[in-house]
Structure formats: C-alpha cells, structure tokens
C-alpha cells in the first residue's frame, strides 16, 4: 500500500498568514493527488484535484504543487472561513490512502 | 442538483450485519465509479471500497475484505455497502463519494456495541 505521510499534523496560524502543508507518498504516485478540507460535522470537500488543479469554485488562495513522491498545499492568505481538518489523498493506486490530516486553527 | 444521500446506519451488535445504501440524483449515476469512505469519531478518513461504473470490478480495504460487499443498482441510481461480521472498529461514518472526490453524501453513522 502505498503511505501518505503529511505534515504537521496540526497548525496554528493568524488571519492573513500564508499556511502551506505537505504530504509525502511512499512512492511515486505521479500527480494523481487530491487535497480536501472537511470542516467540523461536514463531508469533506475537494478543493485540489490532480496535485495542482482548483476544483470549480474554490476561492484562488488555494493551491497545490508537486509531483512525484512530494506534494505542497497553500493557503496564501488565510481567511477565518479556513478552519476545518485538510487531507491529502493519493488515486495512484488502490487502495486510495488518505494522509493524517492537518488540523488547522486560528491564533 | 447532484447529490448522494446515505441511509441504513444505526446500532448493531458485534458480529451483526448492515446494509448502506446510498441515493444519486443530479447526474449519470452508471457513468462513475463510487466509493465508499469511513471516518471512525475523530479519527482520519479511511477508504473502504471502490465498485466500477458497471458494477464489475470491485476494491476493498483489507480490514474490510471477506466482510464487506459493494454493490450497485444503476437502474435505481443506487450504491449499497453490505457490511457482515461487523465488528468495534467498524463503528463510524461512513460516507459514499463519487471517484472523483467532488462529490460526497453527508454520511451514516454505524455504531457496533453491545
């Protein structure tokens, strides 16, 4: 199976801050990469679809970069609406593993 | 309006069985492959298992293999998850999303206790 390992597993950052989390997969998965929020009691949400690609309507701060076995997820100016839980998940190959999760809050 | 919708959650005994089913509307449910995620109370996501458009290839976790069996209805635009042998740590929600992972339900919730 293939492992995700993202990084931190928790954040704390203040309004405006550029927050970036990181994901690192066991082997190469090329870019077939999706990042999630999932804010508390909700489904998760897609925001990043092939390592890098923003999901019809979610807000230009977000983005994601990477390839290969090293994945970077950004919020370029953190917005208080950001609070929630993000998870990496690799579609490279089955089974389709998700990372820890970063949860991450507002100072 | 695309949308999943989960039911057939609820308490079970240990080694006891449960059926998910879950809803399509919005879009050409026999186009996609769907999955099914479980979340155990503050944990992490978990991909369960993965059925094709056609209902011919299906993919299980290992902690749910030989227990598990997915299934779908295209006629009836409907995803089911037959869950045997239930066990504590399959206590969770369990949601079903398409391939894609754009579009998600809002989830059941299986509990396993006696």
Do not use: H
Not at chain 2, 18 to 44: D, E, H, I
Not at chain 2, 56 to 77: E, L
Request: aromatic fraction near 10%; hydrophobic fraction near 30%; proline fraction near 4%.
């Amino acid at each position: 199976d293939i492992q995700m390992t993202q990084s931190p597993s928790s954040l704390s950052a203040s309004e405006g801050d550029r927050v970036t989390i990181t994901c690192q997969a066991s082997q190469d998965i090329s870019n077939y990469l999706n990042w999630f929020q999932q804010k508390s009691g909700k489904a998760p949400k897609l925001l990043i679809f092939d390592a890098s690609n923003l999901e019809t309507g979610v807000p230009s701060r977000f983005s994601g970069s990477g390839s290969g076995t090293d994945f970077t997820f950004t919020i370029s100016s953190l917005q208080p609406e950001d609070i929630a839980t993000y998870y990496c998940q690799q579609y490279d190959d089955l089974p389709y593993t998700f990372g820890q999760g970063t949860k991450l809050e507002i100072k | 309006e695309v949308q999943l919708v989960e039911s057939g959650g609820g308490l079970v005994q240990p080694g006891g069985s449960l059926r998910l089913s879950c809803a399509a509307s919005g879009f050409t449910f026999s186009s996609y492959a769907m999955n099914w995620v479980r979340q155990a109370p503050g944990k992490g996501l978990e991909w369960v298992s993965t059925i094709s458009a056609s209902g011919g290839p299906t993919f299980y976790a290992d902690s749910v293999r030989g227990r598990f069996t997915v299934s779908r209805d295209n006629s009836k635009n409907t995803l089911f998850l037959q869950m045997n042998s239930l066990r504590a740590e399959d206590s969770a929600l369990y949601y079903c999303a398409r391939i894609s992972g754009d579009v998600w339900g809002k989830g059941t919730t299986v509990t396993v206790s006696s």
